[in-house]
């Protein structure tokens, strides 16, 4: 899961990051509208925090409507600083998903970040399964059956987005887009790579094969379907 932070407070802005790339989100971060706006108009976002006041020519309810306003349905989340709580209902009415008023707990932001990606996502659940391949998001857990499978913080993002995004192929285009950050340097042979560690630890030493290869393209994760009829 990819995140855009848009936030002129920096120090804060690089907590925020720090704390989600420890969940294993590859995170963004622009510190005044203009640039938010244009990498939020412009990336694959996944979710979005995006302060009230920022520094540039929009505030953050500015900018929640004018994605709105090109039918861009990212998670948005704004962030109010404390005595514009009478912000709250503008904010909403814009197109924000939710608010938070500052100061608040990282833990807080992280629990409501998650919640709005639950929503948006098509299980009501925690844990993102499919077939024998189960992954706690919260937990930060991989699973292979019952048997606990131990990945990398790289290798679970991917693992997520696989999960998030079952029987679809997925260009190395894409993947590259959800899973790394704008600075990651990056080709689409490190999506390659990656995607070998990930059959090496979850496909191989169980004989399965979740992961399928579509030539020239991208890659797709075999979902119950293909699963069932195996059977
Ligand atoms: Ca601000």
Do not use: C
């Not at 302060?51 to 998670?75: A, Q, S, W, Y």
């Not at 629990?111 to 930060?140: F, K, M, N, W, Y």
């Not at 990398?152 to 260009?171: C, D, G, V």
């Not at 070998?196 to 379907?225: C, H, M, S």
């Amino acid at each position: 899961m990819r995140i855009l932070i848009i936030e002129d407070e920096r120090k804060l802005a690089r907590a925020l990051k720090r704390a989600f790339e420890q969940e294993r989100y590859a995170v963004d971060i622009s510190f005044d509208s203009d640039d938010g706006l244009m990498m939020a108009e412009t990336q694959p976002y996944d979710a979005i925090i995006v302060d009230r006041m920022l520094p540039g020519n929009f505030n953050g309810i500015e900018i929640v409507k004018k994605l709105r306003k090109k039918n861009n349905t990212v998670p948005i989340l704004l962030l109010t600083a404390l005595g514009q709580t009478t912000d709250k209902t503008t904010g909403l009415d814009a197109g924000a998903d939710d608010y938070l008023v500052k100061p608040f707990a990282i833990e807080e932001l992280l629990a409501r970040i998650r919640s709005l990606l639950r929503r948006t996502s098509s299980s009501a659940s925690t844990s993102l399964s499919v077939g024998e391949i189960t992954l706690d998001p919260t937990r930060l857990t991989v699973s292979h059956g019952d048997t606990p499978v131990t990945l990398t913080a790289k290798e679970f993002a991917l693992l997520e987005y696989f999960l998030r995004n079952p029987n679809r192929i997925l260009s190395k285009e894409s993947i590259m887009s959800h899973v790394w950050d704008y600075d990651a340097d990056i080709l689409p042979n490190t999506v390659e790579a990656y995607v070998k560690q990930l059959r090496n630890k979850l496909d191989k030493p169980f004989g399965t094969k979740y992961i399928e290869t579509i030539r020239g393209f991208g890659y797709k994760l075999i979902a119950e379907k293909a699963k069932s009829d195996a059977q």
